[in-house]
């Protein structure tokens, strides 16, 4: 890489970091509250938040906010703080910043390269044991059910020898697979009911974007507590979905085939981005039921949502709010700063007194890349009396500018 392209990469690293930071919070405040707070809420609810929060681990950005500020000082100046003999000695010859970037890097690659070499094998295996459904029965009911959801896609439907758990598959052209052995109409409603809301909800594509955030956020060991809670509430809230308006009889039927189907174990392995009936986990398919059981209503978390979209809208912004008065900065000028103050003076002449204007103060830390000529020759000789070597990325020096406005 060469200069230029490594800056942008550090910016970018810095960034992951910084939302890293921000979506740990998040996910520590799920994880307090999961058992107590938010399990008074419906599991629609909870999935949306466990998107909610993989989204914003993807955008790794942050919108910078100016913010405008009155200043009753009657200075009015621009100050460039100057790289002294202090500033020189900071300068690592060791740059940990690069260093760790570079571990991020091989790190996230690394991650995502297992992710395609699981994802591959699993559809070759697959692909070598499917099966076309020749039975009318299972095809009719899943006309039915796509009638049903309003689905008009086309959707195709495969036996696979090896499997126990019926699942979806596919990202764009999704396939439903069953489980070679015989089911019953109402165990191939329910299967396919259950598949064609994984389908209709796309989580095959929210499960592409949580192994992307963990190829990103890998070194975050909230991020696999995370990814438990994500997939618990997407299989929980699909469950949700499927007995919304069932009787109690519907219930235990639905819930003795997740019964059936959990007692088998999968001799293929199922692909991290399929979505399946059952866990081959015990326990999350005990839950599974013991949820579908309770007839407890839940919130449904409509003020919530508001709130957390606004939360997440607002971790986007990086408010650039600068302390620095104009009487400080006066007070700390050097040769360099005194000779933009006349300047800065003489543009201002005639000009009304500066209690009466409001200020728009701006504080900017330069690299030797992109920092005035002056203070790159500047810095170039301290340099060069110091034998250290030039680097775009050295942090040479702060620009303090008021402008008064009119």
């Known amino acids: 890489m060469d200069k230029e392209q490594v800056i942008y990469m550090r ?17 520590l405040g799920i994880i307090i509250t999961k058992d107590k707070f938010l399990a008074k809420y419906s599991h ?8 909610m929060v993989i989204i914003r681990m993807l955008l790794v950005i942050s919108v910078k906010l100016d913010i405008n500020i009155n200043e009753n000082d009657t200075a009015y100046y621009k100050v460039i703080y100057n790289l002294t003999q202090s500033h020189l000695n900071n300068i690592n010859t060791v740059d940990y910043i690069y260093i760790a970037m570079l571990i ?18 699993f559809y070759f295996k697959v692909r070598n044991n499917m099966t076309s459904v020749k039975n009318t029965r299972i095809l009719q ?39 070679a052995q015989q089911f019953s109409n109402n165990d ?4 396919l009911r259950h598949e064609l809301i994984h389908f209709k909800r796309k989580d095959n594509i929210m499960k592409l974007l949580m192994i992307l955030s963990i190829s990103l956020h890998w070194f975050n060991p ?27 009889e519907d219930i235990k039927e639905y819930a003795l085939l997740l019964v059936k189907s959990a007692r088998y174990r999968n001799k293929l392995e199922i692909s991290i981005m399929s979505s399946q009936l059952t866990d081959k986990k015990v326990n999350i398919t005990k839950r599974r039921i013991e949820n579908m059981l309770n007839l407890k209503s839940r ?11 606004s939360v997440i809208g607002g971790s986007l912004f990086a408010l650039n709010i600068n302390e ?83």
């Open 104 to 121: 991020w890097i091989i790190g996230s690659t690394g991650v995502l390269l297992y992710y395609i070499y699981f994802q591959g094998k």
């Open 11 to 27: 910016d970018i690293f810095l960034e992951v970091l910084r939302t890293s930071l921000l979506t740990g919070i998040l996910i």
């Open 222 to 248: 909230l991020i696999y507590i995370f990814r438990k809670f994500f997939n618990e509430q997407c299989e929980l809230s699909c469950d949700e979905a499927v007995i919304s308006r069932s009787k109690i």
């Open 44 to 51: 629609k609810f909870n999935y949306f938040l466990a998107v």
């Open 188 to 191: 191939i409603k329910w299967i």
């Open 141 to 179: 009911i899943l006309i039915d059910e796509k009638k049903n959801f309003n689905i008009n896609k086309n959707i195709k439907i495969k036996i696979v020898k090896g499997i126990f758990s019926p699942a979806v598959i596919g990202i764009l052209n999704s396939t439903i697979i069953l489980p």
């Open 299 to 309: 919130k449904k978390g409509m003020a919530a949502a508001a709130i957390l979209l």
């Open 324 to 406: 620095v008065s104009a009487t400080a900065s006066q007070n700390n000028t050097n040769n360099v700063a005194e000779k933009n103050f006349n300047q800065s003076n003489d543009n201002y002449k005639g000009k009304k007194p500066a209690a009466r204007r409001s200020a728009t103060i701006k504080l900017e830390t330069y690299t030797y890349k992109d920092a005035p000529e002056e203070l790159r020759k500047q810095h170039e000789e301290n340099c060069k009396a110091v034998n250290k070597e030039v680097k775009d990325s050295d942090i040479i020096g702060k620009f303090v500018s008021v402008v008064w406005n009119e």
